[in-house]
């Protein structure tokens, strides 16, 4: 009898295979980010701050940093324990080779953290990254 998986599941596990995906594909030169385009945190998600998500996740994808930034920084004001937040705006920061800053917003995303399997991967594979 197959076993019935809940449709939140699903979608993080088809999440889970794009990160790794991405892992496999990048190279140290010109790193990617090719994250999901819509982002999930079914615990501290609302409207405006998915879009926001959505949005910065665009701009990195676009190598537009800054703009990134600004989104998330939009989203962390209205929903500060977010640690997808966080995960995203550790991404900019080491697109743009600023360890320290990319480490430092890892450590407040985990502290975020508590049952995000995907999001825990997410991080644990970017963190030998962000130490250069």
Not at 34 to 42: I, K, L, Q, T
Not at 49 to 56: G, I, R, S, T, W
Not at 115 to 132: H, I, M, T, Y
Request: a neutral charge; proline letters at 5%; hydrophobic letters at 40%.
């Amino acid at each position: 009898m197959p076993i019935a998986l809940p449709v939140s599941l699903l979608s993080r596990l088809g999440i889970f295979f794009v990160i790794l995906i991405c892992a496999a594909c990048s190279v140290p030169e010109a790193p990617s980010n090719r994250y999901h385009s819509d982002a999930e945190d079914s615990q501290l998600e609302s409207g405006p701050v998915k879009e926001l998500q959505n949005q910065a996740i665009a701009a990195i994808n676009q190598q537009r940093f800054q703009q990134a930034r600004d989104y998330l920084q939009r989203a962390i004001k209205i929903q500060p324990r977010n640690a997808w937040n966080w995960h995203y705006l550790a991404q900019t920061y080491w697109h743009e080779g600023q360890y320290d800053r990319c480490l430092a917003m890892l450590e407040r995303s985990r502290s975020y953290t508590s049952s995000d399997d995907l999001l825990r991967v997410a991080n644990d594979w970017l963190e030998p990254k962000c130490q250069g």
